[in-house]
């Protein structure tokens, strides 16, 4: 077999691997079919000398579910880490001998947008998360500006992520009940899953003071409890008084 012969085969089993459908693979035998020896061997050269070059995997919406046994598998088949302990001399300034995470963590290449303006109060993310308004659970200070837009809410749930869309408006907002056990578990284990998380009503601050409003203002509201009249924290009181009759 060629040398030739045994790179088509590795790129095309990969491609199955990633893309069941196929599709992926005749798109690239199409594409390499057309090469000579001369120009293929450019080509991967080319490919092989620039960490820039990929081969691109492209997905139709909906029909090819991508979940992270998916990924795992076809990493570990491909001898691809994707755990990795990460060494950060920024801690203490020894690049010689630098801390290390206590557990393997996920390491995954994150493609990020240059802004133009990369100051910290100008940004879009949050560098702390200390200060909040009581009301809403939003930052405030330095960090007002951290927020989900509209425009990047309806993206997430119409492309089907809702999974993000529940850690974005959960333990990273104003669920700080959430945010702290993701925190805990992501010290002790180096990840987090966020079934593993709570997902308590009472716990958000936003959509309680959104309940409490709409109850003064004498709409029923059964965001928090399923009675639909009361505050959760009248409800307590409630379960705290005895339901014995007293008959002395």
């Known amino acids: 077999m060629s040398v030739r012969s045994e790179l ?5 089993e990969l491609l199955d691997d990633m893309d069941p459908s196929g599709k992926n693979t005749e798109r690239m035998r199409n594409f390499l079919k057309t090469m000579d020896d ?3 061997y450019r080509y991967m050269d080319e490919f092989f000398n620039n960490d820039q070059k990929l081969f691109p995997v492209a997905y139709e919406a909906y029909e090819n579910p991508v979940d992270m046994n998916f ?14 302990r990460v060494y950060r001399p920024y ?22 947008k240059r802004l133009k303006q990369m100051a910290q109060s100008k940004n879009h993310a949050s560098t702390a998360g200390d200060k909040r308004d009581p009301k809403t659970g939003q930052v405030t200070g330095e960090d007002r500006t951290a927020r989900v837009t509209d425009v990047e809410g ?19 907002a ?41 109850l003064g203002s004498g709409l029923v509201a059964n965001w928090i409890n399923n009675d639909g009249y009361v505050l959760p924290i009248t409800l307590k009181g409630q379960e705290d008084r005895s339901s014995t009759i007293d008959r002395g």
């Open 154 to 172: 309806f993206s997430l749930l119409s492309m089907g992520q809702y999974n993000a869309a529940q850690e974005f408006y959960g333990p990273m």
């Open 91 to 112: 801690l203490n300034g020894n690049v010689e001998d630098p801390p290390g995470t206590v557990h393997p963590i996920m390491v995954l290449d994150v493609p990020v």
């Open 38 to 40: 001369q120009k293929f």
């Open 71 to 84: 990924i795992h598998n076809v990493a570990k088949k491909h001898n691809v880490p994707i755990y990795e």
């Open 174 to 214: 104003d669920d700080s009940e959430a945010y702290y056990e993701m925190l805990r578990r992501i010290q002790r284990d180096g990840e987090v899953e966020l079934h593993d998380l709570p997902n308590n009503p009472e716990s958000k601050v936003a959509l309680n003071t959104v309940n409490a409003f709409m």
């Open 8 to 12: 088509e085969k590795d790129i095309y």
